[in-house]
């Protein structure tokens, strides 16, 4: 089930780890974690993908203005899990 600014890019080894059993176009971060059996951390995620930028001065320029609303959204608990937050 997708969930409110959960849209995320993880590594492609993650992904189909999680994945592997039970095909999913997308998952939000609790059932993708459940499927795992752990907690994400910031290794999981594809730092490298504007989705995953937590803030928009992460983001490129040319990207800020397109994915300032989709910062501005992402849920808490993603968010504390690309960070590493507790």
Do not use: K
Request: glycine share 6%.
């Amino acid at each position: 089930m997708a969930a409110l600014g959960e849209w995320y890019m993880l590594e492609d080894s993650i992904w189909q780890q999680a994945t592997r059993s039970a095909p999913a176009h997308h998952l939000c971060v609790g059932c993708l974690e459940e499927r795992l059996g752990r907690r994400l951390i910031p290794d999981d995620f594809n730092l490298a993908a504007p989705a995953n930028a937590t803030r928009e001065e992460h983001l490129p320029d040319h990207l800020r203005a397109a994915l300032a609303p989709v910062t501005r959204a992402m849920s808490g608990r993603l968010r504390s899990r690309i960070e590493g937050a507790p």
